[in-house]
């Protein structure tokens, strides 16, 4: 039975990340989503960060949250900036089946287009690291 990972974001740039840096693990039986809890286009610094890494997400589907979705997946991603994302409210019956990641929002805490750029190239490493985290946790989740 395939079992699905669900990452949210605010604006869905940190989710798209973390869905493409998902699909590079070694994990049978799991697929990948990503989505936003605001609609926004995309950010092309998202793009170009991963790009150095020669991942391309241009063409990944920009969407917003469906709770229909939510409900069917296995774990929700929620990644937020608790400083400057608004919170995301989540049913309470689906929270048994979220982890947190407070991540940096690139856009909210740049002032200038040179300091977002370099935080979505921090970010994109940070994200890397916490999927690599999921590789070992998801093979024990049934």
């Known amino acids: 039975m395939n079992k699905t990972v669900y990452f949210l974001s605010s604006s869905q740039q940190r989710s798209l990340m973390a869905e493409a840096w998902a699909e590079k693990l070694d994990v049978s039986d799991w697929s990948f989503k990503s989505a936003g809890w ?5 950010a092309e610094f998202s793009v170009l960060a ?3 890494l020669c991942i391309d997400i241009s063409s990944f589907p920009l969407s ?3 709770m229909k979705e939510l409900g069917d997946a296995s774990v929700i991603v929620a990644i937020q900036d608790t400083e400057y994302d608004d919170k995301i409210e989540l049913p309470s019956e689906l929270e048994e089946k979220v982890i947190y990641w407070n991540l940096p929002n690139p856009r909210k805490r740049a002032a200038t ?6 935080h979505y190239q921090e970010i994109c490493d940070e994200i890397a690291m916490k999927v690599k985290d999921l590789e070992h946790l998801l093979p024990q989740l049934h």
């Open 38 to 42: 605001v609609a926004d286009g995309r």
């Open 50 to 52: 991963m790009k150095e």
């Open 64 to 66: 917003r949250i469906e």
């Open 113 to 118: 287009l040179i300091e977002e750029w370099v």
